[in-house]
């Protein structure tokens, strides 16, 4: 009866090191989109960004924007001629570094009277940074992580 418990242990072990590998697309607002009204701040609470991970802004073209702007261009809702302003509708905007970030509608008072902002803070990712600083290439780091794979899966062995 060792096999059938053997298995399931390292279906789980590659589950957690894939899920931690790969980079998630998080849908702003989910199925609602970035539209009026929306409570961001609910939506982002539970979650936890990563430096990998991509926002998607998904909306109607024309009726709204996506505009990155710093702490102060949040509180108040200022859009400077400074600032980069995504209008495509289906905007994916990749997380390259940590740290706080924050998002408002440029349009109207979309920000200040409709709620259209959002702010994050996205954590360092540790495990590419600190785990294998010499994987560079995406089979170099899959060669790696089988190799890691490989090691706990030798180890649990000990155990079952
Ligand atoms: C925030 O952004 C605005 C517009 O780009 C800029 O004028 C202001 O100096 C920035 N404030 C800080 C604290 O960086």
Not at 124 to 147: Q, W
Request: charge should be positive; aromatic fraction near 10%; include cysteine.
């Amino acid at each position: 009866m060792v096999a059938p418990r053997l298995i399931i242990v390292l279906i789980a072990t590659i589950l957690v090191l894939a899920t931690s590998i790969s980079a998630k697309d998080y849908v702003v607002g989910d199925d609602s989109g970035w539209t009026l009204d929306f409570d961001y701040q609910t939506w982002a609470k539970d979650k936890v960004f990563f430096v990998g991970d991509n926002l998607v802004f998904n909306y109607a073209s024309g009726s709204h924007n996506v505009v990155k702007v710093n702490g102060t261009g949040f509180q108040q809702c200022i859009v400077s001629s400074t600032n980069e302003v995504l209008t495509s509708g289906r905007d994916v905007i990749p997380l390259k570094t940590p740290g706080r970030k924050w998002y408002i509608c440029g349009v109207g008072k979309h920000c200040e009277s409709r709620n259209m902002k959002l702010v994050i803070t996205v954590l360092p990712n540790t495990k590419d940074t600190t785990l294998i600083p010499i994987a560079t290439s995406g089979s170099t780091k899959l060669a790696v992580y089988g190799f890691i794979i490989a090691l706990f899966v030798s180890r649990l062995l000990l155990f079952v």
